[in-house]
């Protein structure tokens, strides 16, 4: 079974740092992993994508790390390795936008991902204002990454998962902007999301 990329970045952290406890501390992980797993067996196949890749390796690798470093610098480590997935999304995408005028189809795609990906079976919920004309306008007002870190106790977690967006989408183009107010996870009534094509 393929590793996810918090769960990696965790081993690699805990081989480094407590090499005489790693042993310990990766089963602790697993453990609390599959425990979380069990915990949420009934969630959507399409919720369950959000929670596989990200929120239950995250919560469980933070309450892990919580055991042998502060709080403060669990989420500094967390922060990093969400940090550096979205470094190499950006990478990627920064990378397809230099064909020339794929910018302008961006906003549109982004929205029909919205629906797709982050819709109401995945456990979102969102309202559009607009997402024609190069203008992609959509307030989501739930989150699972947001209800999950919270059912967990650990909410201040959340804003990992929205820091990674601003990484990953902001300046990714030229003639593209991304622009955010609040976010659930920072602790705002909803994620206002905005991407659109200058002067539009």
Same mark, same amino acid.
């Given at each position: 079974?393929?590793?996810?990329?918090?769960?990696?970045?965790?081993?690699?952290?805990?081989?480094?740092?407590?090499? &005489?406890?790693?042993?310990?501390?990766?089963?602790?992980?697993?453990?609390?992993?599959?425990?979380?797993?069990?915990?949420?067996?009934? &969630?959507?196949?399409?919720?369950?994508? =959000?929670?596989?890749?990200?929120?239950? +390796?995250?919560?469980?690798?933070?309450?892990?790390?919580?055991?042998?470093?502060?709080?403060?610098?669990?989420?500094?480590?967390?922060?990093?390795?969400?940090?550096?997935?979205?470094?190499?999304?950006?990478?990627?995408?920064? @990378?397809?936008?230099?064909?020339?005028?794929?910018?302008?189809?961006? +906003?549109?795609?982004?929205?029909?991902?919205?629906?797709?990906?982050?819709?109401?079976?995945? @456990?979102?919920? &969102?309202?559009?204002?607009?997402? &024609?004309?190069?203008?992609?306008?959509?307030?989501?007002?739930?989150? +699972?990454? =947001?209800?999950?870190?919270?059912?967990?106790?650990? +909410?201040?977690?959340?804003?990992?998962?929205?820091?990674?967006?601003?990484?990953?989408?902001?300046?990714?183009?030229?003639?593209?902007?991304?622009?955010?107010?609040?976010?659930?996870?920072?602790?705002?009534?909803?994620?206002?999301?905005?991407?659109?094509?200058?002067?539009?």
């Amino acid at each position: 079974m393929k590793l996810n990329y918090i769960i990696k970045g965790f081993q690699q952290t805990v081989q480094e740092r407590f090499s &005489a406890q790693s042993k310990a501390l990766n089963e602790a992980c697993l453990r609390r992993l599959t425990q979380l797993r069990v915990e949420n067996t009934d &969630a959507s196949k399409e919720k369950k994508r =959000h929670l596989e890749k990200q929120i239950l +390796p995250g919560i469980a690798a933070y309450e892990t790390l919580g055991t042998v470093m502060s709080k403060q610098e669990a989420f500094r480590t967390v922060h990093g390795y969400v940090e550096a997935h979205a470094l190499a999304g950006r990478k990627m995408l920064t @990378g397809m936008l230099r064909l020339p005028g794929l910018y302008r189809l961006v +906003p549109g795609v982004f929205a029909a991902m919205v629906r797709e990906i982050f819709g109401e079976k995945a @456990g979102f919920d &969102a309202k559009e204002y607009r997402t &024609a004309g190069g203008v992609m306008r959509i307030d989501m007002v739930k989150c +699972p990454y =947001h209800e999950t870190c919270v059912r967990y106790g650990c +909410p201040e977690l959340c804003a990992c998962f929205c820091d990674s967006d601003d990484i990953a989408y902001d300046n990714m183009h030229p003639k593209l902007l991304w622009h955010r107010t609040k976010t659930l996870g920072r602790g705002g009534n909803c994620c206002d999301f905005s991407l659109k094509v200058k002067g539009k």
